[in-house]
């Protein structure tokens, strides 16, 4: 879970040509070929760039703008180069929807893709309501994302992640979790009771919860108190690894190991810097920024020729996966629209309608749109750290939370 105060598959089979076409879309050749120089098709993105502590949000802008010069630079779409706007709303509420009316009244843009303005969706969902205008992806830990008939996730939200803990914990054959949460932001305490909530319906027994404030000196006691109530898999609801550090080694010195949840976009290089995080888990919808599965190829190609994004060092590195998830969310709707010129966003609207477990050539668990109110993003990838090093768990699968 992503906790910023901004906020920050059975494919559908057809014939072989339809299939390579919809390839291509997804997944194009390494080979750059002549820039296109037909219409553009205008999309937007709105993003908390510059606002204090926004560096997690960095890598999601990146990304998208990556996105975009790579399908450029292999012919865009149908022939169509794709031009990106994005907008800085600096953290900033009205700036956020001023943006997005600008982009929809003046720009003109038929969909928005891979918004990292987090919680600052809530100023325009609304609008973007009215003018059926459709967000494909970003930072989706707002409940928008479950129900708004505008907003397509590319992986876990709120609700979903959270169950993913639940449903890997009893993969693993775990009866006891607990929660340690922030306690400056109220979406920390709120995860906290949707974890129990979850876990009784699931039959676990949530045996601990508590917040804490990110600059406590020393947790030892709420240690002392999950070690106690038994807790074997112990979720960390808070903003940064500088924390989550100080949390892990206070445990250690009290000699009490549980295995760590990491949640959401939370995970990065900074819970590589204690042994006391081996064994920790983090749930993602896409493959991991690390994965070298096929799949990925073009992700790290691009990442490598159009980013100054460090992967060893990038805070919330997550969210450059989730950002080109979400490129390639828009390339496989236009796809599926069967638009062939410059589309509409009808055409996207449509395309999006039949997503019918599309996993996007294996970079997503498969999603479901085809009710916009209850939209599928069930299954995740599983990252494990072990001896202070990223690892893919449950050999690199997918597992799906229960339907």
Same mark, same amino acid.
């Given at each position: ?39 553009? !098709? ?172 990110? +600059? ?6 709420? %240690? ?22 100080? !949390?892990?080694?206070? %445990? ?39 994965? +070298? ?89 599983? +990252? ?20």
């Amino acid at each position: 879970m992503h906790v910023s105060g901004r906020y920050q598959v059975a494919r559908i089979s057809v014939a072989l040509t339809m299939t390579l076409a919809i390839a291509w879309a997804i997944a194009p050749s390494a080979q750059a070929v002549a820039s296109p120089s037909a219409a553009p !098709i205008v999309i937007g993105n709105v993003g908390s760039y510059s606002a204090a502590g926004a560096a997690g949000n960095l890598p999601g802008g990146q990304a998208i703008e990556a996105w975009s010069k790579w399908v450029n630079a292999h012919g865009g779409i149908n022939g169509h180069p794709i031009k990106l706007i994005e907008k800085n709303d600096q953290g900033n509420q009205a700036l956020a929807v001023s943006d997005v009316e600008q982009l929809v009244q003046q720009d003109h843009v038929i969909a928005f893709v891979a918004n990292q303005d987090g919680s600052l969706i809530t100023g325009y969902t609304s609008y973007l309501d009215q003018q059926d205008i459709p967000v494909l992806g970003g930072s989706i830990y707002t409940l928008d994302w479950n129900s708004n008939p505008m907003f397509f996730p590319q992986g876990l939200t709120a609700i979903s992640g959270e169950q993913a803990a639940i449903t890997y914990a009893k993969k693993i054959g775990v009866k006891r979790i607990g929660s340690l949460a922030c306690s400056e932001l109220a979406q920390c305490s709120e995860a906290n009771s949707l974890l129990k909530g979850l876990a009784q319906t699931a039959g676990l027994d949530d045996t601990y919860q508590a917040v804490a404030s990110s +600059t406590a000196p020393d947790y030892t006691a709420n %240690c002392l108190a999950a070690q106690a109530a038994g807790v074997q898999l112990f979720e960390l609801l808070i903003e940064t690894s500088t924390e989550g550090v100080t !949390i892990a080694q206070d %445990c250690a010195r009290q000699n009490y190991h549980p295995d760590w949840v990491i949640p959401g976009e939370a995970m990065g290089p900074g819970y590589l810097t204690t042994a006391s995080f081996d064994n920790a888990y983090n749930f993602s919808g896409t493959q991991p920024w690390y994965s +070298t599965v096929p799949v990925t190829a073009d992700f790290h190609a691009a990442m490598k020729k159009y980013t100054t994004i460090n992967f060893k060092t990038q805070q919330e590195p997550l969210l450059a996966p989730d950002a080109w998830a979400s490129g390639l969310m828009f390339q496989e709707a236009v796809q599926l629209s069967g638009a062939k010129g410059v589309p509409t966003t009808a055409d996207i609207l449509a395309g999006l309608a039949r997503f019918k477990n599309q996993d996007l050539g294996g970079f997503t668990g498969p999603l479901t749109f085809a009710n916009p109110k209850a939209k599928i993003a069930n299954c995740f990838y599983v +990252t494990q750290i072990k001896k202070q090093k990223f690892v893919e768990g449950n050999n690199g699968k997918f597992v799906c939370n229960p339907s």
